[in-house]
DNA sequence: TACCGGTAGATAGCAACACTGAATAGCGCG
DNA sequence: CGCGCTATTCAGTGTTGCTATCTACCGGTA
């Protein structure tokens, strides 16, 4: 992956894995999959897992145990009330990054 | 500074800087000082002149020694071609990440 | 039985990066 | 001379994503 990319994620990585679970509870497998279908084609299963656990401790989310067909039992994660703050207080960071950043990028041709 | 913003800010305030050089060769205390008056108030001078450090000794910048009036000598740094290259490469990784997230955004009512 | 592939989760060690806090240095002014 | 402003540097810390590996459960197959 692009180690511009790799760094971006820093921070990023987080509020997408809680707006993706906000949309619908999700387990670790299944966000991994998600992500790559998004087009995060090079997420690895360990760095989200590790998220998880992260967000969990903080908890900024519900954890079920779901029984699976095939493998293990999933842990089915679902946003609770703190991480949907937590995900306000993303969204509010982002749309004020995003905006700098954007008026750098059409600054191209001088002040 | 609210800590989503310090985790967003790896990985973007690198390209922030390289774009505000872009626009106008500049020094460490000086950019400093621009990047507060366009908004990211908690930027601390130390962290601005690690990431000067780190650019240049990858290439992406030209130093020039410049006397200054009050203080010690500025170090003026202005984008060389391999900066402009890597800088492209900010933004194809920026408007990438960028989409996503405002896709995530908006699909805050079900799929 | 024994093995393998797909599903599912956990973990140790590493590198990059922004922050904290302090130190150093040059200059003008009272 | 000491104070304040300009300007740079640096050591130490914490968070985070990546690499690589390990455990574990299941169905199919030889």
New interface residues.
């Given amino acids: 992956m692009?180690k511009?990319?790799?760094?971006?994620?820093?921070?990023?990585l987080?509020?997408?894995v809680l707006?993706?679970i906000?949309?619908?509870p999700a387990y670790g497998y299944e966000i991994t999959a998600r992500l790559r279908d998004?087009?995060?084609a090079d997420i690895v299963e360990g760095t989200v897992y590790a998220l998880l656990v992260r967000i969990e401790q903080r908890g900024l989310v519900d954890v079920t145990k779901v029984p699976s067909e095939k493998g293990p039992p999933r842990k089915v994660y679902s946003l609770n009330s703190a991480g949907s703050d937590y995900l306000d207080?993303?969204?509010r960071?982002?749309n004020?990054?995003?905006e700098?950043?954007e008026?750098?990028?059409h600054?191209?041709e001088?002040?």
Same sequence: chains 1, 2.
Wanted: net charge negative; proline share 0%.
């Fill in positions: 692009a511009q990319m790799t760094e971006m994620l820093k921070g990023t987080e509020g997408i707006a993706t906000a949309r619908q998004e087009g995060f207080e993303f969204w960071s982002w004020f990054l995003a700098r950043i008026q750098l990028h600054y191209r001088g002040e």
